[in-house]
């Protein structure tokens, strides 16, 4: 796994960090459907920045697909799947009003959404971190 471009990967992770700030203000704000989208959100571009960190395209919005590419290039991780097919699910009812037959879609939404999804993206975040430092270790202990 030599070469990992670290740059690119702390610009996306960087993104994802401050989406997540912004997550939980909305959750404290009880806007609850952007809170969980924007934990999909940040889920998405820490996934992205670690393949783009590996030389790799970064294509689409699910998570669960990423997570499978990142996993298979980067040997051992083992993500949530419960977690990955969640934070799927809130790509795009979170915002669309035509989703839902009846109301808006903020009105689907509740705090243990945002919870869940808001843990959910930190665990993936903390995930794909520890992956990072110990590429940055291993890289370390070759060069020498």
Known sequence: MKGFQVEPYENWLKQAKE????AESDMASE????ACFK?????EYCLKGFLHGMGLTATGHSVL???EIVSVNA???????SCLVFLDKLYIPTRYADVYDDGSPFSYYEEEDAKR???C????????????????????EEET
Do not use: H, M, P
Not at 19 to 22: A, L, Q
Not at 31 to 34: M, P, Q
Not at 75 to 81: H, P, V
Not at 123 to 140: A, F, G, K, Q, Y
């Open 75 to 81: 040997g051992s991780l083992s993500f949530n799947r």
């Open 39 to 43: 934990a999909q959100q940040a889920a």
């Open 65 to 67: 697909k990423l997570a």
């Open 121 to 140: 993206a930190n665990e993936i975040l903390d995930l794909v971190s520890s992956c990072v430092s110990t590429l940055e270790t291993r890289e370390s």
């Open 31 to 34: 806007f609850y459907s952007w």
């Open 117 to 119: 999804a808001l843990s």
């Open 19 to 22: 989406t997540i700030r912004s």
